[in-house]
């Protein structure tokens, strides 16, 4: 935990989490300076192609000013250009980023910190016959949302809680009422939105029917596996695709699908969120089937618009994360395996589970509750959805 600072002893430029990313789109080189603690920064940290992180502990600048050896920790930082200084909320970096411009180095302070970086969130335009579709990025998970608009009426899939007034504020900038909160699993790295807009906003919560068998603890919407929901003039047609979990189900919204965590851009889904180590085979199986069979009836040419997306991961030239089916069917060496590679492939080599995945799975189901703040922290970090990657070399 980062202790509160005395003031920083000079004024500090600061530089928003809206400008950083910026820096990034930009692919400028960016030098990062983070002061929390050790297992903070392992666990979660801004990161990307053109980034330079380095942790160095907050108290070593406390003593640094005393000593007066701040050239000694500044001149031990890697990276080139100004330095980035981060914590948690934005306080103690604060101090650090002073220290460093009173002793002749350009710095700046990430204001909000973290908790900043993790309130980002950038809606695009993903082009779509038919309707209006906004892909939601949240640059600090990789977490991805949808915004389906149709002659007044919307529907949001995978909705983050802490987003919900967003969703339904960008509806209304459509001329839209926003009608659908769908969810197209129960997910393990974020505290979903569907049950706020239901509560504050009147939203129709959607759940997929098998969500439902795995013991959700309200009342949302059914949708069948072969069901559909009409939104405006276009509809949401489910498409089953068992394998992360039991209940994946993608949605297609005209020649877009909405994949949800099934298949990703670099990846394909992990098995063993909801099973555990021992159930990962079987349903490793059903993702099998759901890349070589239920995939097999959709058109090359459909766009995969997924549900996360790495740091590693390369936009559209639109800056969106999609891909055409047929581009993913080349680049991603799952569509080349048999069952039984493909099987000893995705469960040898699984990536750590998310944060806090337990509880998080336990309040989507509404068999556990968190406050607003509970729930922020509990999502912090990446998603770790996917398996390793599974892109041909």
């Not at 914590?87 to 909000?112: M, T």
């Not at 949800?260 to 490793?284: I, M, Q």
């Amino acid at each position: 935990m980062n202790r509160d600072p005395p003031d920083p002893p000079a004024d500090h430029p600061s530089l928003s989490a809206v400008d950083l990313k910026a820096r990034l789109d930009r692919g400028e080189s960016v030098r990062i300076l983070d002061i929390r603690d050790r297992d903070e920064f392992e666990q979660w940290r801004v990161s990307g192609p053109t980034v330079t992180a380095t942790q160095r502990p907050f108290n070593k600048f406390l003593q640094a000013k005393v000593t007066d050896s701040v050239d000694d920790l500044a001149e031990d930082i890697p990276g080139e250009g100004p330095i980035t200084v981060v914590c948690a909320r934005g306080e103690s970096s604060a101090f650090v980023a002073g220290l460093l411009v009173d002793n002749g180095y350009e710095a700046h302070n990430l204001a909000e910190g973290m908790e900043g970086w993790a309130r980002l969130y950038e809606g695009h335009v993903v082009e779509c016959d038919g309707a209006t579709l906004v892909q939601y990025q949240r640059p600090s998970s990789g977490c991805l949302a949808y915004l389906v608009v149709s002659d007044g009426e919307a529907a949001v899939v995978d909705p983050l809680r802490a987003f919900a007034d967003r969703y339904v504020a960008d509806a209304a900038d459509h001329d839209a009422s926003l009608r659908y909160a769908v969810d197209t699993h129960v997910h393990a790295d974020h505290v979903s939105g569907v049950r706020r807009l239901a509560d504050e906003y009147g939203v129709e919560s959607v759940l997929p029917a098998r969500a439902v068998d795995r013991g959700v603890a309200f009342e949302p919407t059914e949708l069948p596996h072969d069901g559909a929901l009409s939104v405006g003039a276009t509809t949401l047609d489910a498409v089953p695709l068992p394998g992360h979990t039991t209940d994946m189900t993608g949605l297609r919204v005209g020649d877009v699908l909405l994949a949800g965590d099934s298949l990703f851009l670099d990846s394909v889904a992990r098995p063993d969120l909801e099973a555990g180590d021992d159930g990962a085979p079987e349903l490793a199986r059903d993702l099998y089937e759901t890349l070589t069979d239920r995939l097999a009836a959709l058109p090359s040419t459909m766009l995969v618009a997924p549900g996360h997306y790495a740091e590693t991961t390369a936009p559209a030239s639109d800056r969106t994360y999609t891909a055409t089916l047929g581009t993913l069917r080349e680049r991603l060496a799952a569509f080349r395996l048999d069952e039984t590679a493909f099987v000893d492939r995705i469960c040898g080599d699984i990536p750590p589970r998310p944060a806090n995945f337990e509880r998080i799975i336990a309040i989507n189901l509404g068999t556990e509750s968190a406050d607003d703040d509970t729930a922020f922290e509990l999502e912090l970090g990446p998603n770790n959805c996917a398996a390793a990657p599974m892109d041909i070399p």
